[in-house]
């Protein structure tokens, strides 16, 4: 059964930073893909970061260095870091993965076919 399992979620201070997983089951996370969204209330979703296992990394514009995507294939999970957290990157945080290796429309919610249940990040200043 295929399914991402996404936790490290929490409250956290402007200033921190949290680690954020997404436990793969059901392929391998050197197969395909994979992205982590967010979605704040009342907002679209977007993308954040995209991971390719042939090795290319995109982040979203808004990223400014703050947010490191990598992943452990041995543990297969998928990992985000936000670092510096802001006020405005509280929201729903959800990894998806595509059904081909490369990262095309590595942003566009409709290229993913495999969602997590997401975890939830809020910042307070």
């Known amino acids: 059964q295929v399914q991402l399992v996404e936790s490290g979620g929490d409250s956290a201070r402007a200033g921190g930073s949290l680690k954020l997983s997404c436990v793969v089951s059901?392929?391998?996370?050197?197969?395909?893909?994979m992205a982590w969204f967010r979605q704040a209330p009342g907002k679209e979703r977007e993308g954040v970061a995209s991971?390719?296992?042939?090795?290319?990394?995109s982040y979203a514009g808004f990223t400014k260095g703050r947010f490191v995507i990598y992943k452990d294939n041995s543990k297969n999970t998928l990992y985000l870091v936000i670092k510096s957290l802001e006020p405005e990157d509280t929201a729903m945080y959800f990894c998806?993965?595509?059904?081909?290796?490369?990262?095309?429309?590595?942003?566009?919610?409709?290229?993913?076919?495999?969602w997590g249940q997401g975890t939830q990040v809020t910042v307070s200043s």
């Open positions: 059901g392929f391998s996370t050197g197969t395909y893909c």
């Open positions: 998806a993965s595509q059904t081909r290796p490369d990262c095309d429309n590595a942003f566009a919610v409709g290229a993913y076919s495999t």
């Open positions: 991971i390719s296992p042939y090795g290319p990394i």
